[in-house]
């Protein structure tokens, strides 16, 4: 983790953070780098999230206010943008750290997926940034020389069974940040996903076989899976100044697993466990 004084690279900016639930989910932990950097920004969460009340203990912290919104309804979505503009004026950074998918949680298989909730889960986890980004241009809430980032996972470019109709969501929302992307670059508006190692979440830990998809992904990544504290530390670079010519980029950040084949040690292992099969 960065130095707990912070380097001052957010200072002077604001920002709205999606998704943070609970002391365990990336956007508080991003919330709180963001804080340490110099940022005001404002909290949001669906209104059935916000009713289990632990957001307050990150709105005293840090001394965001909390504004409900279910991203899966546009009346919602504009009427923050006009909120946040009333109380923030225009802002310079948002994170969509925003996912669920129904069918998970019902444990639902991949062909067996109900069709409404599959939409839900596109809808929540996806296009939810292209509404945000809709409405954030509407209300020109949005500074020129912003940066958004939403947070997403390598089920997009592989397959990852038990992350079912979540791979697909991520795969829309990678192509939604391009496309809006390269919408926003001539105001000089990064748009990026950053593809995060599995992290135990809420959200992670609801995923049957979470605990296997974690330790396969830490054993073979070089340098281990990265921490939400770490991915924190990785997006306030990207809401910084310091990465202004970045967009349309999905930045993985995953201890080196995007590009891992096999070591010695994993060789050695599994070779052992084979072997009594032989
Ligand atoms: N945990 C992991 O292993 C992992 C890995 C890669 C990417 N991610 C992504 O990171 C992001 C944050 O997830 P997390 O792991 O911190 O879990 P989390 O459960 O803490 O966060 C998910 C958030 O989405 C919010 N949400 C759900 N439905 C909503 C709606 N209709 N309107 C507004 N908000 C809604 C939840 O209330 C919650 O705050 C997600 O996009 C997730 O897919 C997580």
Redesign the pocket.
Known sequence: MADQKGYGLLKGKKGII?????E????WRIALACKREGAEFALS??PV?LRLGTLDALSEQTGASIFP????KEDEVQELMQKIKDEYGKIDFILH????SPNIRKNKSYQGLNYRWYQQTLD??AISLHKILHFAEEEDVLNDGGSVVA???IGAQRIFSKYSDMNDAKALLESIARNYGSRLAKRGIRVNTVS????K????SGIKGFDGMYTFADKLAPMGNPSADDCADYCVTLFSDLTRKVTMQNLYHDGGFVTAGIDEEMINNLAKLYADEE
């Open positions: 999606f998704g943070a639930l609970d365990r989910s990336i956007a969460n669906a999230a919104c279910d991203v899966s750290a925003i996912g669920m929540i986890s947070l997403s996972y995060q190692a599995p992290t979440t809420s959200a992670g």
